[in-house]
């Protein structure tokens, strides 16, 4: 009779355990690339939106808050946010550090999941046309958990190699 307790009580652990770790699995699993893409487009219109009118440092902090790290928003105010008779405000630049990159959000751009952290690039000739000018090379911008929240928290010309990998 104890055996069969104790056998009982193992196969409710066993089946809790699974439980929880299937919705563990279910959770993080949520979040996917067309999410991580959004996230960018968003976080993207963040920033433009910023040059639109002069407002507090206050709001534009709060505004970068909901898109992008404390670190790579810091980066961002302290390079392109500018001091103006109204407030403060951004002046739009091809070359401005720490925006993220004029992707044409198609079949050129790429999403990937490694090592925890979310990758979206595309690949650049340099020869594109239009009112955007672009270096040869790669423009990625990378997403990790921030506080229990997909955020940007970083925006580079290098694709580490796990991701090359995986597309090739």
Known sequence: ?????????????????????????????????????????????????????????????????????SELSDAFIEENVVKVEEGYQTFGSDFAQYYIPFFKYDESTKVEYADGKWYIWEERSGDEEGPVSTVPGVEVVVLTKDKGDWKVSSI?????????????
């Open 156 to 168: 580079t010309n290098e694709l580490p190699a796990i991701v090359q990998e995986k597309n090739e």
């Open 1 to 69: 009779m104890a055996k069969r307790r104790l056998l009982l009580l193992f196969m409710m652990i066993g089946l809790v355990t699974a439980a929880c770790g299937q919705v563990t699995q279910t959770q993080a699993s949520t979040f996917n690339g067309k999410q991580a893409l959004t996230l960018v487009k968003e976080a993207f219109q963040t920033q433009v939106s910023i040059s639109e009118q002069p407002q507090s440092l206050e709001a534009i902090e709060k505004q970068l808050e909901r898109s992008f790290t």
